[in-house]
């Protein structure tokens, strides 16, 4: 039994950043046309790849697929229908099976340094549409969950669900939260931690801040691997290299954005220009993903790139980006130091910070005032991070004194820890660390607890119950929701059409339709 975790998230399959992800099929490889719609050059992969037998296997990968892409591994659903979900097991199996297997070797032949130490998988819900079973969602969902823990764990991968409907994914997470050895590999505090913040979260108080290990899972570069990617551009000597290295990353970038103006005004790409270059991606991973299906009305990042916005599109909860955007949307994502839409607005260097409160002062007031009425919760940053101290030095001015003891009114998630750093940040914030090494500036393994981490705080923020009176749940429910379920149907059966109408009446319909309950017949 490997080391592994299945995840369950909102989003878009084909915006997933993951090693390969299941492909639903039938047994000859015909696509459906939605599928095909959504990933570019898919059809011609398939034309092209000679290896496929149809038939023959019940999974096989796309063997031209480009190797810096996630692969498509084609699965056959059985499109007939379905006379037991048992019969998703086999091709559940060999999805992770194959896709596993090719994952590693697709690794190994890469030449970058992977950002997990254990590929990832990515999944629909597998079986409910095309393939017959979307009348028992309920049993499909049990079905693939415990299957897919079992067949993962053999395999020695991480698999995510990921989700688009709503009451697909309370589901899911309501049945994961009745077996807590799902989340065995968090130690008691990291668990007492995540149902501490999942209290602010179920209670609307939860606002992510991101920084830049937020988007690493993703693909992104740190504060250190994009200015070591700008100063590689650049074309330094070797001593310039080591000179520049022992400089903060304030005045790393100062002296880079020297150079580029320089080439700027022979007709190369600007400074900014060239950093949006760097951390514009279009797949999100794991932890954009959780954050974004976290249901925190109000997010802030200092990170330039736009996947947590594409992360919450495809949760269902579009934002308005602050400056920007402001209200096209209720929720809301700051962006306090600039976005790849707009380069000029990026703050990396000295001179933009120097500039910033002069700039951003409507901003930075935002800021404070979600400190004072809500709990931050930091993610992704180092305590070496001179924006990370830079936003710290904020969170202690806004507070009056008599609030700066104790867990105060945010929580930083910390890839490593060090024994000083409850010393220094005590009265300010309440630091979690998801290792005990001593401090790093990312560590992959750490970074996966992170991950998971965030799964197990989703799970627990999750209290809706839209699934409770949808039709083709009832398979999942306990004994005891099934009779609830029965009784409140019967109730809203039961309204007269006076009843219905009056205040209390609409108020009943609107809960029972919360629940999943369908709009009465008119």
């Not at 209670?203 to 993703?218: E, T």
Request: aromatic share 6%.
């Amino acid at each position: 039994m490997g080391q592994s975790h299945v995840f369950v998230t909102k989003g878009s399959l084909t915006n997933f950043a993951c090693d390969a992800w299941l492909l639903p099929t039938d047994r000859t490889y015909s696509i459906a046309a939605h599928w095909r719609a959504a990933v570019p050059g898919l059809q011609d992969a398939l034309i092209e790849d000679a290896g496929f037998a149809s038939g023959a296997m019940l999974a096989q990968p796309i063997h031209t697929w480009p190797a810096d892409e996630p692969l498509p591994v084609l699965t056959a659903v059985p499109y007939s229908g379905i006379s037991s979900v048992d019969e998703l097991i086999p091709p559940l199996r060999e999805f992770i099976c194959v896709a596993a297997d090719t994952a590693r070797r697709r690794r190994s032949e890469a030449s970058r340094e992977q950002s997990r130490p254990v590929p990832l998988l990515a999944m629909p819900l597998f079986g409910t549409g095309g393939g017959g079973a979307g009348l028992v969602k309920g049993d499909v969902i049990r079905l693939l969950l415990e299957e897919t823990r079992s067949a993962a764990a053999e395999a020695g991968v991480d698999v995510v669900l990921v989700l688009a409907n709503e009451k697909d994914f309370a589901l899911a997470q309501e049945l994961r939260k009745r077996q807590p050895e799902w989340w065995a590999s968090l130690d008691r505090e990291h668990q007492t931690e995540a149902a501490r913040l999942a209290g602010h979260a179920r209670d609307g108080k939860l606002v992510p801040f991101m920084g830049a290990g937020v988007s690493m899972s993703a693909g992104a570069p740190s504060w250190t691997e994009l200015l070591s990617a700008l100063a590689k551009t650049a074309k330094l000597t070797d001593s310039e290299t080591e000179s520049l290295k022992k400089r903060g990353h304030l005045d790393q970038a100062s002296i880079l954005r020297s150079i580029y103006e320089e080439r700027a005004e022979r007709g190369a790409l600007t400074f900014n220009q060239a950093i949006a270059r760097l951390v514009e991606l279009k797949r999100y991973g794991l932890a954009p993903a959780l954050l974004a299906s976290l249901g925190s009305r109000e997010a802030i990042t200092l990170n330039y790139d736009e996947l947590f916005e594409f992360a919450s599109d495809d949760a269902g909860v579009p934002r308005s980006v602050i400056p920007d955007g402001a209200g096209e949307h209720d929720d809301w994502l700051l962006k306090l130091h600039g976005s790849v839409t707009d380069p000029d607005s990026i703050v990396l260097t000295r001179d933009d910070y120097l500039g910033f409160s002069t700039s951003r002062n409507a901003l930075s007031a935002l800021v404070k005032a979600t400190l004072m009425t809500q709990h931050l919760l930091f993610v992704g940053f180092g305590l070496t991070d001179d924006h990370f101290h830079e936003i710290l030095h904020d969170v202690k001015q806004a507070l009056p004194k008599e609030s700066r003891t104790g867990e105060g009114s945010a929580t930083a998630l910390m890839l490593s820890t060090d024994p000083l750093d409850p010393r220094m940040w005590s009265n300010q914030l309440k630091l979690v660390p998801m290792s005990d090494d001593s401090r790093k500036e990312f560590n992959n393994s750490s970074g996966r607890t992170l991950e998971i981490f965030l799964d197990l705080l989703v799970a627990l923020s999750t209290d809706s119950h839209s699934y409770l009176l949808a039709e083709g749940y009832e398979g999942a429910l306990t004994e005891a929701e099934r009779s609830l379920r029965e009784a409140l149907l019967d109730l809203g059966k039961r309204l007269t059409e006076d009843e219905a109408h009056s205040s209390g009446g609409v108020r009943l319909q609107e809960m029972l339709a919360e629940l999943g309950a369908s709009a009465p017949s008119s």
